[in-house]
């Protein structure tokens, strides 16, 4: 499974991005997908992730309320939709993929996309 991240950029603060994440290569339709981040000094942050075959979604408390992950139909691509965006939201943004779960220490992805860059400015 390959994992190509997108739709990065320099936003000011209160702005908005939707990051995609589209999957290619021998997909399964179980695979559960979501986001990480790592900003400059720090170690890797759970975003959110979406459960394959429920579609229920879960979020770090940081990005509750303003961040929305979301899926299409085909379930081959997976979206950040990114709201009110903070600074420290700056970060550089994976997107990740478990035949299992994808648990908030990303221990348990099997698969990593090669991130994307979002800057949000004060």
């Known amino acids: 499974v390959q994992l190509q991240a997108s739709g990065g950029g320099l936003v000011q603060a209160g702005g908005s991005l939707r990051l995609s994440c589209a999957a290619s290569?021998?997909?399964?339709?179980?695979?559960?997908m979501g986001w990480f981040r790592q900003a400059p000094g720090k170690e890797r942050e759970f975003v959110a992730t979406i459960r394959w075959n429920t579609g229920s979604t879960y979020y770090a408390n940081s990005v509750k309320g303003r961040f929305a992950i979301s899926k299409d139909n085909a379930k081959t691509t997976v979206y950040l939709q990114m709201n009110s965006l903070k600074p420290d939201d700056t970060a550089v943004y994976y997107c990740?993929?478990?035949?299992?779960?994808?648990?908030?220490?990303?221990?348990?992805?099997?698969?990593w996309g090669q991130g994307t860059q979002v800057t949000v400015s004060s």
């Open positions: 290569g021998r997909t399964y339709s179980s695979y559960d």
């Open positions: 990740a993929a478990s035949k299992s779960v994808v648990d908030r220490s990303g221990n348990l992805v099997d698969y």
